[in-house]
């Protein structure tokens, strides 16, 4: 195959870390040393379903392009949500955004979460009940 026949151009690294650390950790590390390798930001990844993390999508996102990963089965990739984007509760109403946090535990990391609210109790209170009769 000549070099006027290639669709697209790849790069491979790989690095090595302890059994006990997680895949997702050394992304941004394998990345640099892409990136060095390329000359440039790549703006298409192709990666198992252990960089299934919001940061990895970022990352191809802000590039112009996106990440092929496997969708990981993890509980807050069950959330549904409405049609304005609005999380559900779990009587199924969209719940409005409260606030906006930084969250820094139990992740890799820090960066910023919303807070949503009972659609019945926030903005205001609504004096309907919930159909589920949710503690919250």
Same mark, same amino acid.
């Given at each position: 195959m000549t070099q006027s026949q290639v669709a697209g151009s790849f790069a491979s690294s790989g690095l090595t870390q302890p059994f006990d650390q997680p895949d997702v950790s050394y992304f941004f590390p394998l990345m640099a040393e892409v990136e060095r390798?390329?000359?440039?930001? *790549?703006c298409f990844g192709a990666l198992d379903v252990a960089f299934d993390a919001f940061y990895v999508h970022e990352y191809f996102h802000? !590039? =112009?392009?996106?990440?092929?990963? *496997?969708?990981?089965?993890?509980?807050?990739?069950?959330?549904?949500?409405?049609?304005?984007?609005?999380?559900?509760?779990? !009587? =199924?109403?969209?719940m409005p955004l409260k606030s906006i946090f930084l969250k820094k535990s139990h992740c890799l990391f820090p960066h910023r979460c919303g807070?949503?609210?009972c659609p019945l109790c926030y903005p205001e209170i609504t004096g309907r009940s919930c159909s589920i009769k949710h503690k919250n």
């Amino acid at each position: 195959m000549t070099q006027s026949q290639v669709a697209g151009s790849f790069a491979s690294s790989g690095l090595t870390q302890p059994f006990d650390q997680p895949d997702v950790s050394y992304f941004f590390p394998l990345m640099a040393e892409v990136e060095r390798r390329l000359g440039y930001r *790549p703006c298409f990844g192709a990666l198992d379903v252990a960089f299934d993390a919001f940061y990895v999508h970022e990352y191809f996102h802000e !590039a =112009g392009g996106f990440a092929a990963v *496997p969708w990981a089965d993890r509980a807050e990739h069950r959330k549904q949500f409405d049609e304005e984007g609005r999380p559900l509760c779990a !009587a =199924g109403l969209g719940m409005p955004l409260k606030s906006i946090f930084l969250k820094k535990s139990h992740c890799l990391f820090p960066h910023r979460c919303g807070h949503y609210a009972c659609p019945l109790c926030y903005p205001e209170i609504t004096g309907r009940s919930c159909s589920i009769k949710h503690k919250n």
